[in-house]
């Protein structure tokens, strides 16, 4: 859709015109007629789809017209995560913005207060703030509220996740219950749905369809592992498999993709590593040998294997679990080319939970745990729902005999019908608020 039937004002379109845009993104195109019609909007769409523009540019169509409240403070308040994410939004006011007059205040930890006192003294349009500063100063009285017009939370399931809710939550209520609400997210369920359900109004709901529904054809599997002795383990017990035609392990770090690599090709392994430090000529070359069938096991960092198009490639192993979410996507929709099916086996480490159930809550379905037989997990990791499993659930039905089978199937759809350590008859201790409350 072009950006000229949306009805923004034409300075708006100009800038926009200025950053080369010539359609709006879906997320765009069905977000700001809403917004821009006073809505308030629950929002998820992939990682890289434009959703910054897709608040900030109702949120500038508004600052158009003259505010009805006599009053410094700002008009529209976007909360973030993080610094960076806080910056680009930031940018992007001020890249879409630039042939209005709007001013734009940024709210960062780890910045000096006597600067930020000072910006905030000043009249503001547009503030972008990470939720820890922003209280701060709400508490010290340093933020005047009464004409905001629009809250806008970018990244609320990041947010969350990072522990800021009550943050969020005592913010919003500091705004006049007049505003606007704008909630853009990965995903849309559980606790974000419910603090979408408290700070707005009859939202409407975009969704733009996430890429997880192409990867129905990808086998997904969790193995749960105590250290980096049992990865090892697991990792030679899988790729030892003939069923593993083509692999790809990815690793955190560059070092270790380096390493593992030739640790696995000193095992008589056609292993070799593929990442960012190594240059161009020598990336294509391992990439010919991939498709050639010469490399059976690459070992890669995401930004490398970023795009990897080899159809032979049967695994993907997440050795390391990433760091982001969407990588996750990215890195399974490796194997599984062309219609293929593929297998997508990620390790799992006590202190992965956070990780796990970012990616769980991004793809929208919980992995399933595998176990092999002989190298059972001495521990349970998966972070579990708020409620204790009921005694003699799911667990003590299904699992009696002790660890769980090789190839057990199991999907837990909900938090909370997810028993309780069913992997671990050790104690079965309930281990869920370990990660629910970290980053508080
Ligand atoms: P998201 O927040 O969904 O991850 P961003 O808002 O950061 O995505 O946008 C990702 C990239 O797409 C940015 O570089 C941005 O400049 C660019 N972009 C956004 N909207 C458009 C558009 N309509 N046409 C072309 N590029 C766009
Ligand atoms: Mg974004």
Redesign the pocket.
Known sequence: MS?DALNLHPHILKS?AE???????P??AQAIPEAMAGHDLMAS??????????FILPALQRLTEPSLVKSRGPRILVLTPTRELAN?VNE?AWKYGKNLRVKTVCILGGMPYPLQNKLLSQPVDILVATPGRLIDHLERGRIDFSRLEMLIL?EADRMLDMGFIDDVEKIAAATPASRQTLL?SATLDGVVGNLAQRLLKQPKTIQVAAQQAKHENIEQRLHFVDDMAHKNKLLQHIITDVEVKQAIVFTATKRDADQLAEDLFAQGHAAAALHGDMNQSARNRTLTKMKRGQIRVLVATDVAARGIDVSGISHVINFDLPKFAEDYVHRIGRTGRAGASGIAVSFASPKDGLHLKRIERFTGHNITPHVIVGLEPKRTQRPSGPKPAPKGGFAKRHNAGGAPRTGEQRTFRNNDARPAGSYNKQGGKDTRRTFADRGR
């Open positions: 950006f926009i950053a080369g845009y010539t359609e709006a993104t997320i765009q769409a992939q990682t890289g789809t434009g959703k910054t523009a897709a680009q992007a970018d853009f």
